[in-house]
């Protein structure tokens, strides 16, 4: 059927993920137990826990390429989610901004109240926001998903500088 997709890599990539603190653990385990004169196997169990992290490092990355390679971005698809979920798409930044003006609780009363009836959580912020507190345009900035970037500004050039750095080197 040429609609359905097998998620096979992603399934490897979570696998990975679940299984490697094992092996992370064995590596502790054997570390923190070294005999240093005439070592009685601990080493052993270094190197087999090692091989299998290298395994599975290198076939998430593998895996994480080719997933990559594959990826599509449909912006109109992404647009009507996004509508979907109207201002609660960021209710953790509103939880987190506005909790100390009004409360934790009273921030997520909001929400909820803004998931069980038609109005919406712009609209239930707005009468409970104090506009000499909240501007209009701080409220509309605060909602809109394109100002929540969080950290990714600061990774990406974490990220550059790194592969900068390494690219020189």
């Excluded at 399934?11 to 094992?22: E, I, K």
């Excluded at 506005?98 to 934790?104: D, S």
């Excluded at 809109?144 to 050039?157: Q, R, V």
Aim: charged fraction near 20%.
């Amino acid at each position: 059927m040429p609609q359905k997709q097998n998620p096979v890599l992603s399934v490897l990539l979570r696998n990975a993920a679940l299984t490697a603190p094992t092996h992370v653990s064995s590596l502790f385990l054997a570390a923190g137990t070294a005999v240093d004169e005439r070592p009685d196997g601990g080493w052993h169990t270094e190197w087999a826990a090692l091989r299998e992290l290298l395994r599975l490092a290198g076939g998430a990355a593998a895996h994480a390429a080719t997933l990559i390679e594959g990826l599509q971005v449909h912006p109109d698809a992404l647009a009507r989610n996004m509508a979907l979920s109207g201002d609660l798409l960021v209710s953790e930044r509103v939880s987190t901004v506005l909790a100390p003006l009004l409360g934790k609780d009273r921030v997520q009363s909001l929400v909820r109240s803004s998931l069980g009836t038609c109005e919406t959580l712009r609209a239930l912020l707005r009468v409970a926001l104090p506009v000499e507190d909240f501007s209009d345009a701080q409220l509309a900035s605060l909602l809109d998903p394109l100002e929540y970037l969080g950290a990714t500004g600061s990774i990406i050039n974490r990220i550059c500088a790194d592969f900068s750095a390494w690219k020189e080197s």
